[in-house]
């Protein structure tokens, strides 16, 4: 099955600063990729997803590039602020599957 | 996106009994998920609820320990059956909407005794 990975496992910035989180993946039929957000207590959120067909997608501060050959995707985090602190997931939908298989996980602190 | 809702936001229970977790969605949706989030990690999937059959169970997980009922497009139960301290999880439902975006509901937090 699919496997993920994510690094780094937490990542401090001052705020103002950019973040970017690396996952990896195993299947290259999987053609989904989304990050979640976890806050403290709180279920993950979802806050940008990216596509096999697509190589790049922006969203205001949050981008997410996709490298199929190499099978690596990022989440770039630019001009962060303290309510950017939390943490990220990746994940990936796998060879014709519908569940998603999750990296380990970033903890990201923008520090002020 | 979907409104979902889980029952109990949390519970204490204690090792050898049952737990029955209900997700609630306010709009039909084709698939449904459960997942395991063990403290300070990441998200495992436990099994697809499937409407009018049985739950496709992820490797490590059996249908004795993790009952998982689908009744119509819009509710699931999950049931953590004769629970031990190990089974003290954070235990997620997600449906998919468009374009294979999934939602999460609020999670139930279970702490076995």
């Known amino acids: 099955g699919e496997n993920v990975e994510q690094h780094p496992s937490t990542l401090s910035v001052q705020e103002g600063d950019s973040a970017v989180i690396k996952c990896t993946y195993s299947?290259?039929?999987?053609?989904?990729f989304p990050w979640y957000k976890q806050e403290l207590g709180k279920r993950p959120q979802l806050i940008i997803d990216?596509?096999?067909?697509?190589g790049e997608k922006k969203d205001q501060r949050i981008a997410v590039t996709l490298n199929k050959t190499a099978k690596h995707f990022s989440l770039h985090i630019t001009e962060t602020q303290p309510e950017d602190s939390a943490v990220y997931f990746c994940?990936?939908?796998?060879?014709?599957?519908?569940?998603?298989?999750f990296g380990s996980g970033t903890r990201l602190q923008v520090q002020p | 996106s979907a409104v979902i809702s889980q029952k109990p936001s949390r519970d204490i229970c204690q090792r050898g009994t049952s737990l029955t977790i209900q997700c609630q969605v306010d709009?039909?949706?084709?698939?449904m998920f459960w997942y395991r989030q063990q403290p300070g990690q990441s998200l495992t999937l436990i099994a697809t609820?499937?409407?009018?059959?049985?739950?496709?169970?992820e490797s490590g997980f059996v249908i004795d320990k993790f009952p998982i009922s689908r009744p119509n497009l819009t509710f699931s139960t999950l049931t953590v059956s004769n629970m031990s301290p190990e089974d003290s999880s954070i235990y997620l439902c997600?449906?998919?909407?468009?374009?294979?975006?999934?939602?999460f509901g609020p999670g139930t937090r279970l702490t076995v005794l």
């Open positions: 997600s449906v998919q909407g468009e374009a294979d975006t999934q939602y």
């Open positions: 299947d290259s039929a999987s053609n989904y």
């Open positions: 990216i596509r096999s067909n697509v």
């Open positions: 994940a990936a939908n796998g060879r014709g599957r519908r569940a998603l298989t």
């Open positions: 709009s039909q949706v084709t698939m």
């Open positions: 609820a499937n409407q009018g059959s049985e739950a496709t169970y």
